[in-house]
């Protein structure tokens, strides 16, 4: 089980920061990643993290928002800075995503995040 936390209204320019907590430690040996889903459009990836720490960004994405984990805490952090109107979206945790991108078979319910002044 993934739980998402840490959503909510921010300007833009501003950060946010989505914490995602696993519930067991099935989720050390997967790649993590968050995804988001706009009003409107599909779902995207973000951001992706493997085991040894490797990281992968969407264009959108890259320079602003950052992606961490934490096993010892089975936490998978995205920090987001300089945000904008268009990040605006559900963000979902995802449990064993591939390194280019692709959704793996778990994920939580999702964490608003509104962009607006």
């Known amino acids: 089980q993934l739980v998402e936390s840490g959503g909510g209204l921010v300007q833009p320019g501003g950060s946010l920061r989505l914490s995602c907590k696993a519930s067991?430690?099935?989720?050390?040996?997967?790649?993590m990643a968050w995804f988001r889903q706009a009003p409107g459009k599909g779902r995207e990836s973000v951001a992706v993290v493997s085991r040894s720490h490797d990281t992968y960004y969407a264009d959108f994405v890259k320079g602003r928002f950052t992606i961490s984990r934490d096993d010892a805490a089975n936490t998978v952090i995205l920090q987001m800075n300089s945000v904008k109107l268009e990040d605006t979206a559900v963000y979902y945790c995802?449990?064993?995503?591939?390194?280019?991108?692709?959704?793996?078979?778990?994920w939580g319910e999702g964490t608003q995040v509104t962009v607006s002044s």
């Open positions: 995802n449990g064993g995503a591939s390194m280019t991108g692709a959704p793996g078979t778990y």
């Open positions: 067991d430690n099935t989720f050390k040996i997967l790649n």
